[in-house]
């Protein structure tokens, strides 16, 4: 069973800094890509950044400059540093396996962000 378990939000003033962590087990398939979405309330979920088995990283434009993603395949963890913190940033941030037959999500992680 594949498990996704986020951590590290909470409540920062903008121009500040977290990081979110992802522990992950269960996934003994090939992942396709690994990564971070964004929901905000009324919003649409969006792609904040990914990391594809090939290595290749992607962010959202919004977030460029801003945001980093990073693994630690040894502990199974994956990684959002977000600096330089906006109140349009607040939103729950969701952790995403893309799997060969189907997407898998943890149970998000609220970030908010005060003016």
């Known amino acids: 069973q594949v498990q996704l378990v986020e951590s590290g939000g909470g409540l920062v003033q903008a121009g500040g800094s977290l990081r979110l962590s992802c522990a992950t087990s269960g996934s003994t398939f090939k992942i396709n890509a690994i990564g971070w979405y964004r929901q905000a309330p009324g919003q649409q979920r969006e792609l904040v950044a990914t990391i594809t088995s090939s290595g290749k990283i992607n962010y959202g434009d919004s977030v460029k400059g801003r945001f980093t993603i990073s693994r630690d395949n040894a502990k199974n963890t994956l990684f959002l540093q977000m600096n330089s913190l906006k109140p349009e940033d607040t939103a729950v941030y969701y952790c995403?396996?893309?799997?060969?037959?189907?997407?898998?999500w943890g149970q998000g992680s609220q970030v908010t962000v005060s003016s």
């Open positions: 995403n396996i893309n799997g060969p037959w189907r997407d898998y």
